[in-house]
């Protein structure tokens, strides 16, 4: 599937790097921008209080004149740039954020998620949850602020048989096919039937090479050391500039609790993730 329309949500205050990112993402892959610039209230007013309501309100008319006038710089940008756009400001609530993001989601064929969203633990949450939870759509997060690179370079597929990661593996299928090599990736791999299959990663390159995917795979013993650890090592050694995967294998509050995967690639900027759930 082809990349078409490629949503980027942006906070209002603070979006100059990601529109870049965002405008070399889609020049790149000859795709329709959408900008959601975004100003998410943390505060629900619900006192009595005539002189805090009176500063409520006043702050609220500050953020929003923010967010139409930045609004209006974006589209001034876009327009000289060439590119098929819309922007769409957004002054929403805590409580409605996921499913603000999530609505627009739905019509996108990818969310990005640049540098300065991706920096902000709350922000990209919100961002992740709406596109990943809410919606079919995947995600490529951006930490490395590096360009865009459609064509060429080695790109890692984080493998474990699992519906994540295969949904992920389908959805990154244009990229995969244009890099210069796809390595797939299998840690402690099971050469059992019903897990990672008789020859752990034979099945996913067979598929991989059938759209015309230069594929290898990789086994790889952990040693003890953490997932996160031994991927991040494969694609420093790989030179890979792009990691595909599946997001949230365990529930998003086990995570949290306990740490996972995700949660610690998330906070990587050595490479750019393909995320699926």
């Known amino acids: 599937m082809g990349i078409k329309t490629v949503l980027s949500i942006m906070d209002a205050e603070d979006f100059e790097f990601d529109l870049k990112q965002a ?3 889609c020049t790149t892959c000859d795709a329709h921008l959408t900008v959601v610039l975004m100003v998410i209230d943390p505060d629900v007013y619900t006192g009595t209080n005539p002189a805090y309501s009176i ?3 006043r702050q609220r008319e500050e953020k929003a004149a923010t967010l139409s006038r930045n609004a209006r710089v974006i589209g001034e940008f876009l327009a000289s740039t060439g590119l098929s756009y819309d922007v769409q400001d957004v002054f929403t609530e805590i409580a409605c954020v996921v499913d603000d993001i999530a609505d627009r989601a739905l019509y996108s064929d990818l969310v990005l998620v640049g540098r300065q969203a991706a920096s902000k633990e709350a922000f990209r949450r919100f961002i992740l949850s ?3 939870f809410h919606s079919p759509t995947p995600v490529y997060f951006d930490r490395s602020g590096r360009a ?3 064509t060429g370079g080695t790109v890692l597929v984080a493998w474990d048989s699992g519906n994540a990661a295969a949904h ?4 990154a299928m244009d990229l995969l096919v244009s890099a210069s090599l796809v390595r797939v990736v299998l840690i402690d791999p099971l050469a059992v039937k019903g897990v990672n299959g008789e020859e752990p990663g034979a099945d996913v390159a ?3 090479a059938r759209h015309g995917v230069k594929v290898e795979v990789d086994c790889v013993a952990s040693g003890g050391r953490s997932t996160d650890e031994v991927l991040l090592e494969r694609a420093r050694d790989a030179e890979a500039k792009l990691m595909v995967m599946g997001a949230y294998r365990h529930s998003r ?3 949290r609790l306990f740490g996972g995967v995700t949660r610690s690639m998330l906070e990587t900027d050595d490479v750019a993730l393909f995320l699926s759930h």
């Open 148 to 150: 865009f690179e459609r």
């Open 206 to 208: 067979t598929y991989l």
């Open 253 to 255: 509050l086990k995570e």
């Open 130 to 132: 709406g596109a990943l």
């Open 23 to 25: 405008v070399d993402f």
């Open 55 to 57: 500063a409520y309100i």
């Open 168 to 171: 992920a593996v389908h959805a």
